[in-house]
């Protein structure tokens, strides 16, 4: 950094990296600023009822736990073997965090960074390494409905996946019809046997993708089906495969493997309420309007099939927004959307389970663009195998890099 006085940093991002890096830059006495733009891990909260697949100690840091129990010595935080759910996740943990002397006067909730830019340059301006590492952010962010300016000299981008949708359609474009019927379809983890009971009990429920959430989503509208009996499920992928959970040989995520070993099952056993096509491709969803039912039309194994459904869970998967950057120059990946150095890493290792992948270094996680960094879930852009511990991991690096002194590990100390 040019600058003799400590570099002013900016989080983006109130979820576990955005408050955990907030953190670290604490701890070192650095300024430290964290925008969020809804309530504390927001999107964390929005899927709440989901059991997390790692341990709680896999899903915490030392520096977190040490900064709750200084302020609150008989604080209970979950046992390090223990799976909660994201609710318990952001009550006993995120928020209390939050909390701290540490975070308190720095955390701003319902506020949101709408655009970053340089001062005083323009996207074309200068060559990354020259004048623009000398020039502070400036970040228009908007907060009780204001709007202003706020600087910083270093940004650490932590606003992950889960507030943009992908899209149903061949191609990953929307599918006919998608785009006016997309207030209607749900995208997310609905709280299928919790809030949103009602919503599917004894429904006809179009189930698309093939991932854990998809997973997720059926074996909890099964288990609705054994109270509610008439609820029933049509599940596309678009796989070939006939057991569309991928599970990964001893499986160290009891949670994980568990959930894929009964998604298969409910795939395969060809009864019950739960009726599974592989090879499907969404062609068009036609809606008359709010509880009032699809049309859906799509190709199984290349033929045309068609279904009247009450409802529509689009388990598709999300995408790093790309509007926050836009004015800087960040060398985005065509493939993942997040840093292009990481998505190379990460692309190397395509098919190798998240928990194994490390951090690759603060360089992967920005450039060319000088002290902007992406990190947590948005640095693996689409690729959806990201893990908390890999986030904390690169919480160090950064910090490490910036300090200049590669052996800074603040969780090591504790
Ligand atoms: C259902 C589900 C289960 C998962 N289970 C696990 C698990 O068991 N173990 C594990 O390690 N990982 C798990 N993950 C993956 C990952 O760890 C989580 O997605 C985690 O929430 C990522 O943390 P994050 O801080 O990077 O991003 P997020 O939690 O997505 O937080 C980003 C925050 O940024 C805020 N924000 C967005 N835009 C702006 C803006 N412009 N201005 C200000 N704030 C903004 C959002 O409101 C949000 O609070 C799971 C993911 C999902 C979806």
Redesign the pocket.
């Known amino acids: 950094m040019a600058k003799t006085e400590a570099p002013r940093i900016a989080v983006?991002?109130?979820?576990?990296?955005?408050?955990?890096a907030a953190l670290y830059g604490r701890v070192l006495d650095l300024p430290v600023t964290l925008?969020?733009?809804?309530?504390?891990?927001?999107?964390?909260?929005r899927?709440g009822h989901?059991?997390?697949?790692?341990p709680f100690g896999?899903?915490a840091t030392p520096l977190g736990k040490a900064a709750i129990l200084a302020d609150a010595s008989d604080h209970q935080l979950p046992s390090d073997s223990e799976?909660v759910t994201?609710k318990e996740y952001v009550a006993s943990y995120l928020e209390p965090l939050a909390k701290t002397s540490r975070l308190k006067d720095v955390v701003h909730i319902e506020?949101?960074?709408?655009y970053l830019g340089r001062y005083g340059l323009l996207k074309g301006d200068d060559h990354a390494e020259s004048r623009r590492g000398h020039l502070p952010f400036r970040l228009l962010v908007r907060e009780k409905n204001r709007e202003r300016i706020d600087m910083a000299d270093i940004v650490l981008d932590?606003?992950?996946?889960?507030?943009q949708h992908r899209w149903m359609g061949d191609g990953g474009i929307p599918a006919v019809g998608e785009l006016a019927a997309e207030a209607n379809i749900s995208y997310g983890?609905e709280d299928i046997l919790g809030v949103r009971r009602s919503a599917y009990a004894g429904k006809s429920v179009l189930v698309v993708g093939a991932g854990?959430?998809a997973a997720?989503t059926v074996c909890n509208l099964a288990a609705l089906s054994e109270e509610h009996l008439e609820t029933s499920v049509v599940w596309l992928a678009r796989g070939s495969g006939s057991q569309p959970i991928k599970r990964w040989a001893n499986d160290p995520?009891r949670?994980?493997d568990r959930l894929a070993a009964q998604a298969n099952m409910l795939a395969t056993r060809g009864d019950g309420n739960v009726e599974f096509h592989k090879q499907a491709i969404l062609e068009a969803v036609e809606t008359a309007g709010t509880d009032k039912g699809f049309h859906v039309t799509a190709r199984c194994a290349g033929k045309p099939r068609t279904w009247t459904v009450d409802r529509i869970i689009a388990n598709v998967g999300?995408t790093p927004?790309t509007?926050?950057h836009r004015e800087l120059q960040v060398q985005e990946s065509p493939i993942t959307i997040g840093p292009a150095k990481l998505a190379a890493a990460l692309l190397k290792q395509a098919g190798s389970d998240g928990l194994i992948i490390g951090a690759q270094g603060a360089e992967a996680l920005g450039g060319p663009e000088p002290h902007f960094f992406v990190?947590?879930?948005?640095?693996y852009g689409r690729i959806?195998c990201?893990?908390?511990?890999?986030?904390f991991a690169q919480i160090r690096e950064v910090f490490a890099f910036l300090t200049g002194k590669p052996t800074l590990d603040l969780y090591q100390k504790r």
């Not at 506020?111 to 709408?114: D, F, H, I, Q, S």
Request: glycine share 20%; hydrophobic share 30%; with cysteine.
């Open positions: 983006l991002g109130g979820g576990p990296i955005g408050l955990e925008y969020e733009r809804g309530r504390i891990g927001e999107h964390v909260q899927w989901v059991r997390l697949f790692s896999m899903n799976c994201g506020c949101e960074v709408l932590c606003t992950g996946t889960y507030g983890l854990y959430s997720t995520l949670e994980r999300y927004g509007r926050l990190l947590g879930a948005k640095s959806s990201f893990f908390l511990r890999t986030g």
